[in-house]
Protein backbone atom coordinates (compact mmCIF):
# COMPACT_ATOMS: atom_id res chain seq x y z
CA UNK A 1 0.00 0.00 0.00
CA UNK A 2 1.32 3.25 -0.96
CA UNK A 3 -0.34 5.16 1.69
CA UNK A 4 1.62 5.04 5.34
CA UNK A 5 0.16 6.87 8.69
CA UNK A 6 2.13 9.18 10.07
CA UNK A 7 3.64 7.18 13.52
CA UNK A 8 7.66 6.52 14.47
CA UNK A 9 7.79 3.08 12.66
CA UNK A 10 6.67 5.05 9.24
CA UNK A 11 9.75 7.51 9.98
CA UNK A 12 11.89 5.20 10.21
CA UNK A 13 10.76 3.09 7.16
CA UNK A 14 11.08 6.07 4.97
CA UNK A 15 14.02 7.22 5.99
CA UNK A 16 15.70 3.84 4.95
CA UNK A 17 13.84 4.46 1.74
CA UNK A 18 16.05 7.36 1.31
CA UNK A 19 18.67 6.24 2.38
CA UNK A 20 18.67 3.44 -0.06
CA UNK A 21 17.96 5.96 -2.86
CA UNK A 22 15.01 6.08 -3.09
CA UNK A 23 12.12 8.73 -3.30
CA UNK A 24 9.08 8.95 -0.55
CA UNK A 25 6.28 11.66 -0.60
CA UNK A 26 5.85 14.01 2.77
CA UNK A 27 2.85 16.40 3.09
CA UNK A 28 4.29 20.42 4.78
CA UNK A 29 2.25 22.66 5.44
CA UNK A 30 2.03 24.22 1.78
CA UNK A 31 2.01 21.05 -0.82
CA UNK A 32 3.27 17.36 -0.35
CA UNK A 33 7.06 16.83 -1.44
CA UNK A 34 8.31 14.13 -3.75
CA UNK A 35 11.82 13.73 -0.92
CA UNK A 36 14.67 12.09 -2.30
CA UNK A 37 18.66 12.15 -0.54
CA UNK A 38 20.16 15.84 -2.04
CA UNK A 39 23.50 14.08 -1.98
CA UNK A 40 22.34 10.64 -3.57
CA UNK A 41 22.66 11.99 -7.10
CA UNK A 42 20.32 8.55 -8.67
CA UNK A 43 17.74 9.61 -6.25
CA UNK A 44 17.96 13.12 -8.07
CA UNK A 45 17.68 12.05 -11.03
CA UNK A 46 14.65 9.60 -9.79
CA UNK A 47 12.51 12.19 -8.83
CA UNK A 48 13.28 14.05 -12.37
CA UNK A 49 12.39 11.39 -14.07
CA UNK A 50 8.65 10.44 -11.62
CA UNK A 51 8.03 13.99 -12.20
CA UNK A 52 8.78 14.74 -16.00
CA UNK A 53 10.26 17.47 -15.14
CA UNK A 54 13.19 19.79 -17.11
CA UNK A 55 16.17 19.03 -15.49
CA UNK A 56 17.31 22.81 -15.27
CA UNK A 57 14.46 23.29 -12.97
CA UNK A 58 16.21 23.30 -9.55
CA UNK A 59 14.39 21.71 -6.70
CA UNK A 60 13.97 22.82 -3.11
CA UNK A 61 16.31 21.93 0.24
CA UNK A 62 14.24 21.06 3.11
CA UNK A 63 16.03 21.64 6.07
CA UNK A 64 14.93 21.01 10.13
CA UNK A 65 16.36 24.09 11.08
CA UNK A 66 18.95 26.81 10.35
CA UNK A 67 22.33 24.85 11.68
CA UNK A 68 21.17 22.86 8.21
CA UNK A 69 21.61 25.09 6.29
CA UNK A 70 25.12 25.54 6.55
CA UNK A 71 26.20 22.30 4.54
CA UNK A 72 24.58 24.06 2.20
CA UNK A 73 25.36 26.98 1.25
CA UNK A 74 27.53 30.49 0.83
CA UNK A 75 26.25 34.08 1.26
CA UNK A 76 24.19 33.66 4.08
CA UNK A 77 23.74 37.09 5.56
CA UNK A 78 22.07 39.28 8.45
CA UNK A 79 18.82 39.71 6.09
CA UNK A 80 18.78 36.03 5.69
CA UNK A 81 18.50 35.95 9.30
CA UNK A 82 15.87 38.35 9.74
CA UNK A 83 14.00 36.30 7.34
CA UNK A 84 14.28 32.92 9.01
CA UNK A 85 13.66 34.43 12.47
CA UNK A 86 10.13 35.53 11.16
CA UNK A 87 9.33 33.11 9.07
CA UNK A 88 10.77 29.74 9.80
CA UNK A 89 9.70 26.89 10.33
CA UNK A 90 7.54 28.05 7.59
CA UNK A 91 6.35 28.73 3.17
CA UNK A 92 9.40 30.80 2.83
CA UNK A 93 12.33 29.61 0.50
CA UNK A 94 15.40 31.60 0.58
CA UNK A 95 17.40 31.09 -2.26
CA UNK A 96 21.32 31.62 -1.64
CA UNK A 97 24.59 30.53 -3.23
CA UNK A 98 25.21 26.88 -3.20
CA UNK A 99 28.18 24.62 -1.58
CA UNK A 100 30.48 22.72 -4.28
CA UNK A 101 29.57 19.66 -1.86
CA UNK A 102 25.98 20.03 -2.66
CA UNK A 103 25.70 17.91 -6.64
CA UNK A 104 24.96 20.67 -8.80
CA UNK A 105 21.89 18.40 -10.55
CA UNK A 106 19.99 18.83 -7.11
CA UNK A 107 19.93 22.19 -8.12
CA UNK A 108 19.10 22.13 -11.80
CA UNK A 109 23.00 22.67 -12.56
CA UNK A 110 22.82 26.28 -10.80
CA UNK A 111 25.24 27.31 -8.72
CA UNK A 112 22.31 28.77 -6.26
CA UNK A 113 20.39 26.55 -4.01
CA UNK A 114 16.44 27.03 -2.90
CA UNK A 115 16.70 26.43 1.06
CA UNK A 116 13.11 26.13 2.62
CA UNK A 117 12.64 24.64 6.59
CA UNK A 118 8.76 23.60 6.75
CA UNK A 119 6.08 23.75 10.24
CA UNK A 120 4.58 20.93 9.28
CA UNK A 121 4.99 18.32 12.17
CA UNK A 122 5.02 15.08 10.13
CA UNK A 123 7.80 16.71 7.15
CA UNK A 124 9.84 17.79 10.92
CA UNK A 125 9.64 14.53 12.28
CA UNK A 126 10.68 12.77 8.81
CA UNK A 127 13.52 15.26 8.29
CA UNK A 128 14.67 14.74 12.09
CA UNK A 129 14.76 10.67 11.64
CA UNK A 130 16.44 11.38 8.44
CA UNK A 131 19.14 13.61 9.71
CA UNK A 132 20.02 15.26 6.52
CA UNK A 133 18.54 17.77 3.83
CA UNK A 134 15.71 16.45 1.48
CA UNK A 135 15.32 17.50 -1.60
CA UNK A 136 11.50 17.96 -2.87
CA UNK A 137 9.94 19.53 -5.50
CA UNK A 138 5.84 19.46 -4.83
CA UNK A 139 4.65 15.59 -5.80
CA UNK A 140 3.05 15.99 -8.85
CA UNK A 141 3.63 15.74 -12.66
CA UNK A 142 5.45 18.36 -13.73
CA UNK A 143 3.09 21.41 -15.25
CA UNK A 144 0.29 19.59 -13.36
CA UNK A 145 -1.51 20.58 -9.94
CA UNK A 146 0.10 20.64 -7.13
CA UNK A 147 -1.21 17.89 -4.52
CA UNK A 148 -2.97 19.39 -1.29
CA UNK A 149 -3.71 15.64 -0.31
CA UNK A 150 -2.24 12.11 -0.22
CA UNK A 151 -4.73 10.81 -2.61
CA UNK A 152 -3.92 13.67 -5.21
CA UNK A 153 0.12 11.65 -5.00
CA UNK A 154 -1.33 8.49 -5.57
CA UNK A 155 -3.53 10.46 -8.34
CA UNK A 156 -0.29 11.38 -9.89
CA UNK A 157 1.97 8.19 -9.39
CA UNK A 158 -0.24 5.46 -8.31
CA UNK A 159 1.38 2.63 -6.06
CA UNK A 160 5.13 3.76 -7.24
CA UNK A 161 5.74 6.29 -4.39
CA UNK A 162 5.12 5.56 -0.87
CA UNK A 163 3.37 8.74 0.97
CA UNK A 164 3.45 10.20 4.16
CA UNK A 165 -0.24 10.85 5.07
CA UNK A 166 -0.42 14.04 6.75
CA UNK A 167 -4.45 15.22 5.56
CA UNK A 168 -4.97 17.57 3.97
CA UNK A 169 -2.28 21.00 3.69
CA UNK A 170 -3.00 23.93 5.90
CA UNK A 171 -1.87 26.31 3.28
CA UNK A 172 -2.71 24.55 -0.19
CA UNK A 173 -0.47 26.45 -2.15
CA UNK A 174 3.48 26.45 -2.59
CA UNK A 175 6.05 28.74 -0.70
CA UNK A 176 7.23 32.10 -1.45
CA UNK A 177 10.80 32.04 -3.56
CA UNK A 178 12.98 34.93 -2.23
CA UNK A 179 16.43 34.90 -4.00
CA UNK A 180 19.15 36.97 -1.74
CA UNK A 181 21.60 35.98 -4.56
CA UNK A 182 21.88 39.40 -5.42
CA UNK A 183 18.96 42.16 -4.00
CA UNK A 184 16.08 40.46 -2.13
CA UNK A 185 13.81 39.57 -5.02
CA UNK A 186 10.76 37.90 -4.78
CA UNK A 187 10.61 34.64 -7.57
CA UNK A 188 7.46 33.23 -6.61
CA UNK A 189 4.82 34.82 -4.87
CA UNK A 190 3.36 32.21 -1.91
CA UNK A 191 1.91 31.70 1.31
CA UNK A 192 4.11 34.37 2.96
CA UNK A 193 3.04 37.97 1.24
CA UNK A 194 4.84 40.31 -0.34
CA UNK A 195 4.03 42.84 2.20
CA UNK A 196 5.12 40.71 5.22
CA UNK A 197 8.23 40.01 3.81
CA UNK A 198 8.51 44.06 3.25
CA UNK A 199 7.67 44.66 6.89
CA UNK A 200 10.67 42.41 7.80
CA UNK A 201 13.06 43.69 5.61
CA UNK A 202 12.54 46.39 3.96
CA UNK A 203 11.63 46.95 -0.12
CA UNK A 204 12.09 43.95 -2.32
CA UNK A 205 12.11 43.90 -6.02
CA UNK A 206 9.67 41.28 -7.71
CA UNK A 207 11.11 39.70 -10.52
CA UNK A 208 7.85 39.86 -13.78
CA UNK A 209 6.70 36.57 -14.46
CA UNK A 210 7.24 37.13 -18.50
CA UNK A 211 10.94 37.58 -17.80
CA UNK A 212 11.54 34.99 -15.18
CA UNK A 213 14.15 32.71 -16.50
CA UNK A 214 16.19 31.88 -13.43
CA UNK A 215 13.53 30.23 -11.64
CA UNK A 216 11.97 27.74 -14.55
CA UNK A 217 9.26 25.91 -12.31
CA UNK A 218 7.60 29.64 -12.55
CA UNK A 219 7.46 30.21 -16.43
CA UNK A 220 3.72 30.47 -17.58
CA UNK A 221 1.34 27.59 -17.97
CA UNK A 222 1.67 24.97 -14.78
CA UNK A 223 0.04 23.88 -12.34
CA UNK A 224 -2.98 23.34 -14.88
CA UNK A 225 -5.87 21.17 -14.83
CA UNK A 226 -6.41 18.61 -18.28
CA UNK A 227 -9.95 20.48 -19.11
CA UNK A 228 -8.76 23.99 -20.12
CA UNK A 229 -9.65 26.46 -18.20
CA UNK A 230 -10.23 30.21 -18.61
CA UNK A 231 -9.94 33.31 -16.39
CA UNK A 232 -13.36 35.47 -16.40
CA UNK A 233 -14.61 38.88 -14.95
CA UNK A 234 -17.77 38.22 -13.51
CA UNK A 235 -19.23 41.28 -16.71
CA UNK A 236 -17.81 38.17 -18.65
CA UNK A 237 -19.68 35.38 -16.93
CA UNK A 238 -23.11 37.29 -16.92
CA UNK A 239 -22.68 37.41 -20.93
CA UNK A 240 -21.44 33.11 -21.13
CA UNK A 241 -23.27 30.43 -21.50
CA UNK A 242 -21.31 27.94 -19.23
CA UNK A 243 -24.13 25.24 -19.57
CA UNK A 244 -21.67 22.28 -20.35
CA UNK A 245 -18.61 24.00 -17.97
CA UNK A 246 -17.63 24.06 -14.48
CA UNK A 247 -17.86 27.21 -12.69
CA UNK A 248 -15.22 28.10 -9.89
CA UNK A 249 -16.35 31.71 -8.22
CA UNK A 250 -16.95 33.80 -5.22
CA UNK A 251 -19.25 36.11 -6.12
CA UNK A 252 -21.33 34.99 -9.37
CA UNK A 253 -23.84 32.42 -9.37
CA UNK A 254 -24.07 30.75 -12.46
CA UNK A 255 -28.05 29.83 -13.69
CA UNK A 256 -26.67 26.90 -15.60
CA UNK A 257 -23.83 25.26 -15.05
CA UNK A 258 -22.71 21.16 -15.11
CA UNK A 259 -21.20 22.37 -11.76
CA UNK A 260 -20.33 24.91 -9.54
CA UNK A 261 -17.85 25.12 -7.08
CA UNK A 262 -18.66 28.32 -4.28
CA UNK A 263 -15.26 29.67 -3.17
CA UNK A 264 -14.70 31.35 0.34
CA UNK A 265 -14.10 35.33 -0.07
CA UNK A 266 -11.39 35.26 2.11
CA UNK A 267 -7.63 34.98 0.00
CA UNK A 268 -6.36 32.13 2.71
CA UNK A 269 -9.16 29.99 2.57
CA UNK A 270 -9.73 30.18 -1.23
CA UNK A 271 -5.95 29.25 -1.70
CA UNK A 272 -6.53 26.48 0.97
CA UNK A 273 -9.28 24.85 -0.90
CA UNK A 274 -7.97 25.93 -4.91
CA UNK A 275 -5.75 23.00 -6.03
CA UNK A 276 -8.37 20.28 -4.82
CA UNK A 277 -11.36 22.12 -6.83
CA UNK A 278 -9.27 22.46 -9.39
CA UNK A 279 -8.60 18.58 -9.34
CA UNK A 280 -12.63 17.46 -8.59
CA UNK A 281 -13.23 19.80 -11.64
CA UNK A 282 -10.94 18.17 -13.95
CA UNK A 283 -12.71 15.17 -13.55
CA UNK A 284 -16.09 16.17 -14.08
CA UNK A 285 -15.79 16.09 -17.54
CA UNK A 286 -17.26 19.72 -18.49
CA UNK A 287 -16.08 21.35 -21.77
CA UNK A 288 -14.33 24.34 -19.77
CA UNK A 289 -13.36 25.17 -16.21
CA UNK A 290 -14.37 28.80 -15.64
CA UNK A 291 -13.06 30.76 -12.92
CA UNK A 292 -14.52 34.49 -12.00
CA UNK A 293 -11.25 36.48 -11.69
CA UNK A 294 -10.53 36.99 -7.58
CA UNK A 295 -10.05 40.26 -6.33
CA UNK A 296 -6.40 42.14 -7.41
CA UNK A 297 -5.83 43.06 -3.47
CA UNK A 298 -1.85 42.13 -2.41
CA UNK A 299 -3.10 38.86 -0.33
CA UNK A 300 -4.64 37.76 -3.39
CA UNK A 301 -1.30 38.10 -5.38
CA UNK A 302 -0.73 34.49 -4.90
CA UNK A 303 -3.69 33.04 -5.98
CA UNK A 304 -3.83 35.30 -8.68
CA UNK A 305 -0.52 34.32 -9.72
CA UNK A 306 -1.77 30.74 -10.05
CA UNK A 307 -4.65 31.28 -12.02
CA UNK A 308 -3.02 32.81 -14.45
CA UNK A 309 -0.93 30.20 -14.89
CA UNK A 310 -3.54 27.71 -15.37
CA UNK A 311 -6.24 29.04 -17.17
CA UNK A 312 -6.14 31.29 -20.52
CA UNK A 313 -6.42 34.53 -19.95
CA UNK A 314 -7.92 36.88 -22.51
O1 LIG B 1 5.88 24.88 -0.89
C1 LIG B 1 6.82 24.47 -1.59
O2 LIG B 1 7.77 25.19 -1.91
C2 LIG B 1 6.75 23.01 -2.06
C3 LIG B 1 6.92 22.09 -0.85
C4 LIG B 1 6.97 20.62 -1.23
O3 LIG B 1 8.05 22.46 -0.12
N1 LIG B 1 7.75 22.75 -3.04
C5 LIG B 1 7.69 23.23 -4.30
O4 LIG B 1 8.71 22.79 -5.09
O5 LIG B 1 6.80 23.97 -4.69
P1 LIG B 1 8.74 22.98 -6.68
O6 LIG B 1 9.93 22.25 -7.13
O7 LIG B 1 7.43 22.56 -7.24
O8 LIG B 1 8.97 24.51 -6.86
C6 LIG B 1 10.23 25.07 -6.50
C7 LIG B 1 10.38 26.43 -7.11
C8 LIG B 1 10.46 26.35 -8.60
O9 LIG B 1 9.81 27.49 -9.14
C9 LIG B 1 11.96 26.43 -8.85
O10 LIG B 1 12.28 26.91 -10.13
C10 LIG B 1 12.37 27.38 -7.74
O11 LIG B 1 11.59 26.99 -6.63
N2 LIG B 1 13.78 27.21 -7.40
C11 LIG B 1 14.37 26.15 -6.81
N3 LIG B 1 15.71 26.34 -6.70
C12 LIG B 1 15.97 27.55 -7.23
C13 LIG B 1 17.16 28.32 -7.44
N4 LIG B 1 18.35 27.85 -7.10
N5 LIG B 1 17.05 29.53 -8.02
C14 LIG B 1 15.84 30.01 -8.38
N6 LIG B 1 14.67 29.33 -8.23
C15 LIG B 1 14.74 28.12 -7.68
MG1 LIG C 1 5.82 22.38 -8.33
Not at 137 to 150: D, E, K, Q
Not at 268 to 276: G, M, N, P, R
Request: net charge negative.
Amino acid sequence: MAILTPSQETYVHAAKILSDGGVVSFPTETVYGLGCDIYNESAIDLVYTLKNRPKNNPMIAHVLDLSWTDQLCTGWNDTCNKLVARFWPGPLTIVVPKKDSVPKEACGGFNTIAIRCPSHQVARAFLAEFGSPVSAPSANRSGHISPTSAQHVVSEFGDSVEIIDGGHCEKGIESTVISMVENPTILRFGSITVEEIQQTIGDVDKQPIQYQTNSPGTSTRHYAPNTKAFLYSQQQLEKFDATNCVVISILFTPTSAKHHFQMPSSAHEYAKKLYSVLREADEIGADQIIVERPPQAPEWNAVNDRLRRCCFCD
